[in-house]
Nanobody
Framework: VQLQASGGGSVQAGGSLRLSCVAS????????MSWFRQAPGKEREFLAA????????YYTSSVKGRFTISRDKSKDTLYLQMNSLKPEDTAVYYC??????????????????WGQGTLVTVSS
């Protein structure tokens, strides 16, 4: 399975971006997909996850209410709609796919496949 993330770019604070992540390759069997990000000099952090079949969503508190994760099963595509962007949202954003249990959704180790990352820069 290959994941291809896109949609990053530069935006002013308060603006919006939508990231996409297309899964390709052998039959997609992961039960969840997530978005993580890594800011300069910081560890990669979990942002949001979605159960591929049921559609249940989970968010970290710092993005809840501003970011929305969704998926289009017919296109094997994951999205992250980001609104009200802040300079502190500047980071490389990664999509990931795996079979995490609920209690470990936020753990990088639970994900088998990763996209290459797309850079989001938010200026003040």
């Amino acid at each position: 399975v290959q994941l291809q993330a896109s949609g990053g770019g530069s935006v002013q604070a308060g603006g919006s971006l939508r990231l996409s992540c297309v899964a390709s390759g052998r039959t997609f069997s992961s039960n969840a997909m997530s978005w993580f990000r890594q800011a300069p000099g910081k560890e990669r952090e979990f942002l949001a996850a979605i159960r591929w079949n049921g559609g249940s969503t989970y968010y970290t508190s710092s993005v809840k209410g501003r970011f929305t994760i969704s998926r289009d099963k017919s296109k094997d595509t994951l999205y992250l709609q980001m609104n009200s962007l802040k300079p502190e949202d500047t980071a490389v954003y990664y999509c990931a796919a795996g079979n995490p249990i609920l209690s470990a959704l936020t753990s990088e180790r639970m994900y088998d496949y990763w996209g290459q990352g797309t850079l989001v820069t938010v200026s003040s």
